[in-house]
């Protein structure tokens, strides 16, 4: 079963059970999976989407909710706060593991002396990180760690 089925199966045992917080968060991924495959002129059949297309649309999902939950956070509103955890706890469920902070950066060491990078090229190092492991590292952190890294 992909993961867009279980999105799927989610709305349906949500409804059956009466729980609007799930309800309203799966139906909410399924659209924008639906979206997706229409941007890409697929049909709406979501045996069409590709995992890194599905994890793609679930980084964007995080990522939206994330920002709405620091505005909520900056108004107090706990309620919200609250749905907005729920909802992003859901969509962290279906992101791989990523690696630790510490591997990640063995990771971009083990680049960095291999291909001997230096400041300036940040860029072709991100490039390769993300073309590699993009499904394995959170690239914001890699960002973070590889701008420490180059600039020793």
Same mark, same amino acid.
Do not use: C, W
């Given at each position: 079963?992909?993961?867009?089925?279980?999105?799927?199966? !989610?709305?349906? +045992?949500?409804?059956?059970?009466?729980?609007?917080?799930?309800?309203?968060?799966?139906?909410? =991924?399924?659209?924008?999976?639906? +979206?997706?495959?229409?941007?890409? /002129?697929?049909?709406?059949?979501? /045996?069409? #989407?590709? %995992?890194?297309?599905?994890?793609?649309?679930?980084?964007? *999902?995080?990522?939206?909710?994330?920002?709405?939950?620091?505005? *909520?956070?900056?108004? /107090?509103?706990?309620?919200?706060? +609250? #749905? #907005?955890?729920?909802?992003?706890?859901?969509?962290?469920?279906?992101?791989? %593991?990523? *690696?630790? !902070?510490?591997?990640?950066?063995?990771?971009?060491?083990?680049?960095?002396?291999?291909?001997?990078?230096?400041? /300036?090229?940040?860029? %072709?190092?991100?490039?390769?990180?993300?073309?590699?492991?993009?499904?394995? =590292?959170? *690239?914001?952190?890699?960002?973070?760690?590889? +701008?420490?890294?180059?600039?020793?």
């Amino acid at each position: 079963m992909s993961l867009a089925e279980k999105i799927n199966i !989610d709305v349906k +045992n949500a409804l059956k059970a009466g729980d609007k917080k799930l309800l309203s968060v799966s139906r909410s =991924v399924l659209s924008e999976l639906k +979206n997706h495959l229409i941007n890409q /002129n697929l049909d709406r059949d979501l /045996n069409k #989407i590709t %995992k890194d297309s599905f994890l793609k649309v679930i980084k964007t *999902l995080i990522k939206q909710k994330n920002e709405t939950k620091e505005y *909520l956070v900056k108004i /107090n509103d706990k309620e919200k706060i +609250n #749905i #907005i955890d729920f909802e992003l706890k859901y969509l962290e469920a279906f992101m791989p %593991k990523y *690696l630790d !902070d510490n591997k990640t950066e063995e990771l971009i060491n083990k680049y960095i002396n291999d291909n001997k990078f230096e400041k /300036n090229d940040f860029g %072709k190092l991100m490039g390769l990180i993300k073309s590699k492991h993009q499904n394995e =590292v959170n *690239l914001s952190n890699a960002s973070k760690i590889a +701008n420490k890294l180059l600039t020793k």
